[in-house]
């Protein structure tokens, strides 16, 4: 049986869409179109604290005014707790996670009072505090303190062995899930983190090529991981350059001046848009004015 060739595009609804999401999206729709493909969207929406309901429809407008069509319905991942919790009680199971009870201000301590705190591609690693906590106190403290969920990162790598993936760029990369430390992979305040949630959310929609940005990179080790750990298929990968200004800084949502609604709202036409971002390398500073 032929394999389906599925791309997909996947936005925070915490703001405005700027030209580097512009850029991911097209690069992922036309992959998928090339392909013969499906392109899905869906919206990673469980940093409740940020989303703005406008934001959903802010999204869809600004990439159909792109010409960018997704297949289905788009999925939310704040309609998926249970699926995330289902996860996690897998490798509660086999002892792969422990519970969290520090807070960052804990955290921070530890790791300023430590001569050679390990860091990796976000910073600090987390200095394992809660790992060494004895059984009887952590199922003590389980019923009445807020907790997180970290993977024991040791513990999970050495089960798992030597794992590989492949990058459209990068070629065969073997995974080192253990420059993270123990990632968080369920919040305090809900039911699980970026790391779970987009490596359940990829199998679940049969993704089989993943377009992000080069900054997401490192974390590609550990969602290698998560997948052989909870059995789930393996994509390739595509990451892809970051967009940024004229200065080199990265583009972020604070920079109104290039969404693409204060662009669309300045006359810019979204084929040239489209063009612009086409083109190798991408022509950024064709954007600045209007039509």
Same mark, same amino acid.
């Given at each position: &049986? $032929?394999?389906?060739?599925? $791309? ?9 869409? +700027?030209?580097? +999401? ?24 469980i940093d409740t604290g940020r989303v703005r309901a406008e934001y959903y429809a802010a999204i ?42 520090? $807070?960052?201000?804990? =955290? ?5 009072? *430590?001569? !050679? ?26 019923? $009445? ?7 024991? &990162?040791?513990?999970? !790598? ?25 990632v968080v992979l369920a919040r305090k305040d809900v039911p699980t983190s970026y790391h779970l949630a987009v490596t359940v959310d990829d199998a679940a929609q /049969? %993704?089989?090529? =993943? %377009? ?18 909870? /059995?789930?298929? %393996?994509?390739?990968? +595509? ?29 810019? !036409? ?13 022509? =950024?500073? *064709? ?5």
């Open positions: &049986m $032929t394999e389906t060739f599925v $791309t997909r595009f996947a936005p925070s609804p915490t703001g405005l869409l +700027h030209l580097g +999401h512009a850029y991911s999206a097209l690069r992922a729709f036309d992959l998928a179109r090339e392909a013969g493909g499906r392109f899905l969207l869906r919206f990673e929406d869809e407008r600004d990439l159909a005014w792109l010409g960018i069509a997704w297949d289905g319905e788009p999925l939310r991942q704040s309609d998926r707790f249970s699926a995330y919790r289902g996860a996690l009680g897998a490798l509660m199971a086999r002892d792969l996670v422990y519970p969290c009870f520090c $807070t960052r201000k804990e =955290i921070s301590a530890e790791i300023a009072a *430590s001569a !050679s705190a390990p860091h990796g591609p976000d910073g600090p690693l987390y200095p394992g505090i809660c790992r060494l906590i004895d059984p009887a106190e952590r199922e003590r403290r389980l019923g $009445t303190e807020p907790h997180a969920w970290r993977i024991d &990162m040791a513990r999970a !790598s050495a089960l798992a062995g030597p794992l590989f993936w492949e990058d459209a760029e990068a070629g065969r990369i073997e995974a080192a899930p253990g420059i993270h430390g123990d /049969g %993704v089989t090529d =993943i %377009v992000r940005g080069a900054d997401l990179f490192p974390a590609t080790h550990v969602h290698r991981l998560l997948q052989h750990l909870l /059995g789930l298929p %393996v994509p390739r990968y +595509h990451h892809h350059r970051l967009i940024a200004d004229e200065a080199g800084r990265r583009l972020a949502k604070r920079d109104d001046a290039l969404s693409l609604a204060a662009l669309r709202e300045a006359g810019m !036409s979204a084929d040239r848009i489209a063009a612009a971002l086409r083109a190798d390398p991408p022509d =950024i500073g *064709s954007l600045r004015g209007a039509d």
